[in-house]
């Protein structure tokens, strides 16, 4: 059973910054391209950063220079490391691990940048 578990998501002030988390269980990890994704409220789902299993990584244009993608395959982690937090950045964040066609979800972080 594939499980993605998101964490360190929370309410913060423009400007500042946060790291996402993201645990991944019952998968050969270091196998799977990883992304994290975000769903603002009346939005559609959009791609934030990924990052494939040989450590190559792409970025939204809206968060290049603010945000760093980033593995561990030992931890079975990935992380996302958000500087300098907008307003615009407020979303649900959503873990998915990719292979071969197959995809898995996590079940979101809420990340809310608000004075």
């Known amino acids: 059973q594939v499980q993605l578990v998101e964490s360190g998501g929370g309410l913060v002030q423009p400007g500042g910054s946060l790291r996402l988390s993201c645990v991944a269980s019952?998968?050969?990890?270091?196998?799977?391209?990883m992304g994290w994704y975000r769903q603002a409220p009346g939005k559609q789902r959009e791609l934030v950063a990924g990052?494939?299993?040989?450590?190559?990584?792409n970025y939204a244009d809206s968060v290049k220079g603010r945000f760093t993608i980033s593995r561990d395959n030992a931890k079975k982690t990935v992380y996302l490391q958000m500087n300098s937090l907008k307003p615009a950045d407020t979303a649900v964040y959503y873990c998915?691990?990719?292979?071969?066609?197959?995809?898995?979800w996590g079940q979101g972080t809420q990340v809310t940048v608000s004075s």
């Open positions: 998915k691990a990719s292979r071969g066609g197959y995809n898995y």
């Open positions: 019952g998968i050969i990890f270091s196998n799977y391209a």
């Open positions: 990052i494939g299993s040989a450590g190559n990584t």
